[in-house]
C-alpha cells in the first residue's frame, strides 16, 4: 500500500491491516477473535486516552496557555501517558523481543534518554526564575518595611531610600534576565533590549549579575543546546509502514505515538523555560488524521504563534509567568525612575498598586514553582524506570 494511501487510512481503520494479515495467515478463529481482538481494544484504548488528554490541553484558552499550571497539567498528561503505554508493553513484552519490535522499542527508549538532560536543563531553569522571584520579593519589602503589612492606612510615607533599594534591585533583575537571554539565545544581543534607566555602573552590575546568577549549580554542560537535544530526540521519527504494522501486530503505532508526546513535550518546555540554547525549530508534523494529532498539532501552531508576538520574540522563556516578570518589573521600574520628591500622594498610590501586582506575581511564583519542578522530576524518574523495565524485558 503507497505511503499516502496508508496515512489516509490510519485514523479509520488503524489495526485492519494487522487484523487482515492474522485472518490470512492462522487458521485458528479463537486467536483472532481472542487475544487479537483484546490487543486491538488496547491498542485502541490508548490512542483514545491520549486523544483525550491533548484536546484538553488544546482548550486551554490564549491567557491560560504555556501558565504554570497549564505546563504542569502537560507533565501530568505525558506521565499518565506514560503509565498507559508501560502497561502496554507490560502485557505484550513477548512481541517486543521479536523484530522489529525489539528494534523500534530500543530506539524509544535510546530517545527518552536523551529527554533526561532536558529535564535537568528545565530544573535549572526554575532555579533561575526562583533567583528572579527572590529580587521581586526584594522589591517588595522595600517598599513594604516602614511599618506597615501591606496598604493599610497606618503606612507612613515612601522614603527615598526605599526607591534607591527597589531601583538597586530592578537593575540587577533585568540584567539577570538578560544574561539569561544571552545564554538561551547567542544570537540575541543585550545592548537590544536593556533598558536605558539600566545603563548606571553597568560594568560593576554586570559583573555582580553573572557572580550572583551564574553560583548555581548546573545540571548540563556548558556547551550543552537544547536546540540540537530537541533535534536528537525527533530524528528520523517517520510515520509507522503498513509493513511495520503488521508485523508487529499494532503495537508500533503506541511506540511512535509515545514517541512523539515525548518530543512535544520536552520541546514545550524548552519554549516555556529558560534554558542553553532555546531553539524551537525542530521539525515536527504528525498525521492529523490520527485521533490526537490534530489536537497536538494545534498546540505546536498556538506555541509557534505565541512565539512571535513582539513582546515574546526577545523574551528568555514562553512561560506566562516569566513575560510578567519582564513586564511589571519594567513598568515598576520605569515608575520608581520617574518620581520626584516630595512625593505626590498620586504618586504614591500608584506606586503602591505595582507594589501590589508584584505581590501577586510572587504568590504565584511562590505556590507554582515547587509543585512544577516536583513534577519535572517525577517525569524524570519515569522516564528512567519505563525504560530499564522496557529493557529488561526485551533480554528476556
Known sequence: MPATEYQRSFGRSLLNLRRDAAVNSVDSTTVVTGELAQM???LDSFQRQVAEKFIDLNAASS??????????????????????????????????????????????????????????????????????QKLIEIVICAFNNNGGSGGGSSQRPLGEGQFRRARKTLIELAIGMID???????????????NRSFGRNKEQLHHRSIGHFRSLSWSVSRTWSASKQLQAIGNNL??????????????????????????????????????????????FNVPRNFQWGGSLMSLHDRIIEESKKRERKNSCGLLKEINQIEKSSRMMSELV???????????????????????????????????????????????????????DHTSE
Not at 513477548?94 to 536523551?114: A, G, H, N
Not at 538532560?117 to 526562583?130: F, L, M
Not at 537571554?181 to 533590549?193: A, D, F, G, L, W
Not at 508584584?358 to 504565584?364: E, H, M
Request: charged share 30%.
Open 337 to 391: 525612575d520617574s518620581v520626584q520628591f516630595p512625593l505626590s500622594d498620586e504618586k504614591e498610590i500608584e506606586v503602591r498598586e505595582r507594589v501590589e501586582e508584584l505581590g501577586q506575581l510572587q504568590d504565584a511564583l511562590k505556590n507554582g514553582l515547587d509543585p512544577f519542578e516536583r513534577k519535572v522530576r517525577e517525569v524524570f524518574h519515569r522516564i528512567v524506570r519505563s525504560r530499564t523495565e522496557g529493557l
Open 63 to 132: 491567557e491560560d496557555l504555556l501558565s504554570l499550571e497549564w505546563v504542569g497539567k502537560l507533565l501530568d498528561s505525558f506521565l499518565c501517558c506514560q503509565e498507559e503505554f508501560r502497561v502496554l508493553v507490560f502485557n505484550h513484552r513477548s512481541l517486543i523481543t521479536k523484530p522489529p519490535m525489539d528494534r523500534l522499542i530500543t530506539d524509544y527508549f535510546e530517545r527518552s534518554v536523551k529527554a533526561l538532560d532536558v529535564c535537568n536543563a528545565i530544573r535549572d531553569g526554575v532555579e533561575q526564575i526562583r533567583q528572579w
Open 180 to 194: 539569561e537571554k544571552e545564554s538561551s539565545s547567542s544570537s540575541v544581543s543585550s545592548s537590544q533590549h536593556r
Open 40 to 42: 486491538e481494544a488496547e
Open 238 to 283: 517517520a510515520t509507522p509502514r503498513a509493513s511495520d504494522v503488521t508485523a508487529t501486530n499494532g503495537l508500533v503505532v503506541p511506540v511512535y505515538t509515545m514517541t512523539s508526546i515525548l518530543l512535544f513535550v520536552m520541546w514545550a518546555l524548552v519554549a516555556a523555560i529558560p534554558c542553553q540554547d532555546r531553539g524551537l525549530q525542530v521539525h
